[in-house]
C-alpha cells in the first residue's frame, strides 16, 4: 500500500503543476517582445534624430554659402543673404523631405537650421505609438579672412 500512496501524492501532486510553465513561458516571451521592442524601436529613433541632425549641418552649410553680394563688392561687409540663405535651406530641407526652421543670427554672420522628423515605429505601433518625434540642430558660422 505503500507504493500505492506514493503514487496517488505523485497524481495530485503533478495536477497543482499543470500549466505553470506554461504561464512562464508566456510571461517570459511577452517580455522578450517588449525588449526587442525598445531595442529596435529606441534604435531607429536614435538613427532618425542622427539624420534630422546630418540634415541640418547640410541645409546650414548650403544656407551658409549665399553671400549678400551688394555688400561683398562694396567691401563695406561680408554676410549672409537672410531671404537666399532662407530659401537655399528650406529647398536642401524640401529635398530631404523633412520639415524645418531657419534662422540668420548675428548680423548676418550664423544660421541655425532646425529640423523636424518623425521614425515610423515598428513594435510600440502595438502599444499605441506608431510615431515617435525626432529633432536635430545645427549651426553654421560665417568666418572670413582680413586680406585675402
Given at each position: 500500500m505503500n507504493r500505492l500512496s506514493t503514487l496517488r501524492a505523485r497524481a495530485r501532486a503533478a495536477q497543482r503543476?499543470?500549466?505553470?510553465?506554461?504561464?512562464?513561458?508566456?510571461?517570459?516571451?511577452?517580455?522578450?517582445?517588449?525588449?526587442?521592442?525598445?531595442?529596435?524601436?529606441?534604435?531607429?529613433?536614435?538613427?532618425?534624430?542622427?539624420?534630422?541632425?546630418?540634415?541640418?549641418?547640410?541645409?546650414?552649410?548650403?544656407?551658409?554659402?549665399?553671400?549678400?553680394?551688394?555688400?561683398?563688392?562694396?567691401?563695406?561687409?561680408?554676410?549672409i543673404d537672410p531671404d537666399a540663405a532662407t530659401g537655399a535651406a528650406q529647398d536642401y530641407l524640401a529635398t530631404a523631405d523633412v520639415t524645418g526652421n531657419v534662422e540668420i543670427t548675428d548680423g548676418g554672420q550664423s544660421i541655425t537650421v532646425t529640423v523636424h522628423d518623425t521614425y515610423n515605429t515598428l513594435f510600440a505601433q502595438f502599444v499605441g505609438k506608431g510615431t515617435i518625434h525626432v529633432t536635430g540642430t545645427a549651426t553654421a558660422q560665417l568666418h572670413t579672412q582680413a586680406g585675402g
Open positions: 503543476d499543470q500549466g505553470s510553465m506554461s504561464l512562464f513561458f508566456a510571461v517570459t516571451t511577452v517580455a522578450i517582445l517588449m525588449v526587442m521592442g525598445l531595442l529596435v524601436d529606441g534604435g531607429g529613433a536614435l538613427n532618425a534624430a542622427n539624420r534630422a541632425t546630418s540634415i541640418a549641418q547640410e541645409a546650414a552649410r548650403t544656407a551658409g554659402q549665399q553671400l549678400d553680394p551688394a555688400q561683398a563688392i562694396e567691401g563695406t561687409a561680408i554676410t
